[in-house]
């Protein structure tokens, strides 16, 4: 065939240089991680501003965390069928919109609202991904381009992590205006979708087909019910023997169990649980469910820890909240590169073994904070190794779990890891919050250094048992990998 074929007039038209592509992608991830980082300075503020408690503050996690949930798998099925840059419009329109809301929020129901809106960030990667992965099949890039977006991505994402956690922190501590840092997302969005609308590409190859609305209403509806009584479990109403409490949680189940015999029986399901007879695919989700334990079960443990005061409780690191913004940037950083790291890394040593060593340098990160939580170096050096080897698991999953499924289903399979990364970031999340919870004395709102200790070795071990799951990978032999899990 050849360049001046009929067949390839239309995407000449429309063609986008790859560093344009590349920088639209990189930004909107960017964005995706400013608003994720951006709130975490300012909480202990909002409880004054807004006249809320710190534990009505654990809404704005559940809230967002369910949004996610709802969010992704619609978005990603969504873009398969009509065009992945044509619904990430919509997406980020969406998120922007919640983010007005939140530079708006003068009472707690305001803020949540737009939490509730940006939730829809979830639906970005898949998204993403999509355009991505069809512009490297165009282009004759292959996989091999793919995960160096991919990597490029998770790198952007934790970039904007860390710019949204040090901005907002800046903001607050310069401005009088005790609300002025919440715009901070607000002014993120509205640029990239202002930069990408123009840039980014349309998806050339649309299966067709329906979005089984049926499938997804069932499938919400029982990971919500499973995140709720995850995200509240063991708090005053929620204890964990409660009715509530195991309602969520089984009749999440339950609901999720229909939910898979209602896809095997539907032509075209919202997922296609069949890809979980594949050895691979079970093991990239459950190493991801073991990686975001940590990741997010430790999110709030650790700063708090860096906050409190050694001389009034005995440990701790005693850093102010732009301290902690910046004590956070190691592990940051540290991310980012593991995920720029990680195509050379696979290329060298393989898939597994690059799965292996992202578990256990996250165990090896976690074991020294424990070893050294006294010395702030040492502690902070910790989350540094915890880090890399996060970054390592955050590329090698999400390019695993891409390259698994055909790619009429790409930001399907991406957004199938995306909801495992919020499962397994809510049991970790749920279980420290058990820890904490027995160990705080009565009366008290710090709990004892045991909690700590107890939670580092807990994400220690779990982060084991992922290197360990990580040995049963087996290496596609065929040049594509995506070949081995059809």
Not at 6 to 30: G, N
Not at 187 to 211: D, F, K
Not at 241 to 266: I, K, N, Q
Not at 364 to 369: E, Q, T
């Amino acid at each position: 065939m050849t360049p001046t074929d009929v067949r390839d007039t239309r995407p000449a038209v429309r063609a986008t240089p790859a560093t344009a592509v590349i920088a639209s992608v990189a930004l909107v991830e960017l964005t995706s991680g400013i608003t994720q980082g951006f709130l975490s300075p300012l909480l202990r503020g909002l409880t004054d501003t807004l006249r809320v408690t710190a534990a009505d503050l654990n809404w704005i996690s559940i809230a967002n965390l369910l949004a996610s949930v709802v969010f992704t798998p619609v978005l990603s099925r969504a873009g398969d069928l009509y065009g992945h840059r044509r619904v990430l419009r919509w997406n980020l329109a969406i998120v922007l919109l919640g983010s007005v809301l939140v530079g708006f929020s003068r009472s707690f129901s305001t803020l949540l609202a737009g939490q509730i809106l940006q939730g829809a960030f979830a639906g970005f990667f898949p998204l993403l991904v999509g355009i991505l992965r069809n512009r490297s099949r165009d282009a004759g890039g292959g996989d091999g381009e793919s995960r160096r977006g991919i990597s490029l991505m998770v790198a952007a994402l934790v970039a904007g992590m860390a710019f949204g956690l040090v901005a907002s922190g800046f903001v607050a501590r310069s401005v009088d205006s005790p609300t002025a840092a919440l715009w901070v997302p607000a002014v993120a969005v509205g640029l990239a979708l202002a930069v990408t609308w123009p840039l980014l590409p349309e998806s050339a190859h649309r299966p067709g087909g329906r979005i089984d609305w049926a499938g997804g209403v069932l499938l919400c509806l029982g990971l919500v019910a499973v995140m709720l009584g995850l995200g509240l479990g063991g708090t005053p109403g929620w204890e964990w023997t409660s009715a509530r409490t195991l309602g969520c949680l089984v009749g999440g189940a339950l609901t999720c169990a229909v939910w898979a015999v209602v896809e095997l029986r539907v032509p075209e399901p919202m997922i296609d649980v069949r890809m979980f007879r594949h050895r691979n695919v079970v093991v990239v989700s459950l190493v991801t469910l073991t990686f975001t334990f940590g990741m997010i079960g430790l999110q709030v443990a650790n700063p708090v820890f860096m906050g409190t005061s050694p001389a009034e409780n005995g440990y701790g690191l005693g850093l102010d909240p732009f301290a902690i913004a910046l004590a956070m940037l190691p592990n940051l950083l540290a991310l980012a590169l593991g995920a720029l790291l990680a195509p050379a890394v696979a290329a060298a040593v393989s898939d597994r073994l690059t799965l292996v060593a992202g578990s256990l340098l996250m165990a090896a990160g976690y074991l020294l904070s424990l070893t050294c939580h006294t010395d702030q170096l040492l502690f902070l050096a910790g989350t540094a190794v915890a880090g890399l080897g996060t970054g390592f698991l955050q590329h090698s999953t999400r390019t695993l779990a891409v390259e698994s499924v055909p790619h009429d289903r790409t930001s399907v399979g991406s957004g199938i890891n995306e909801l495992l990364i919020n499962v397994g970031g809510s049991i970790g999340a749920a279980a420290v919050l058990a820890v904490f919870a027995a160990r705080t004395p009565a009366g008290r709102t710090l709990p004892e250094l045991g909690a700590y200790t107890t939670s580092w070795t807990l994400c220690t071990v779990i982060s084991v048992a992922g290197a360990a799951l990580a040995l049963l990978y087996r290496t596609p032999r065929a040049a594509g990998a995506g070949k081995d899990a059809r």
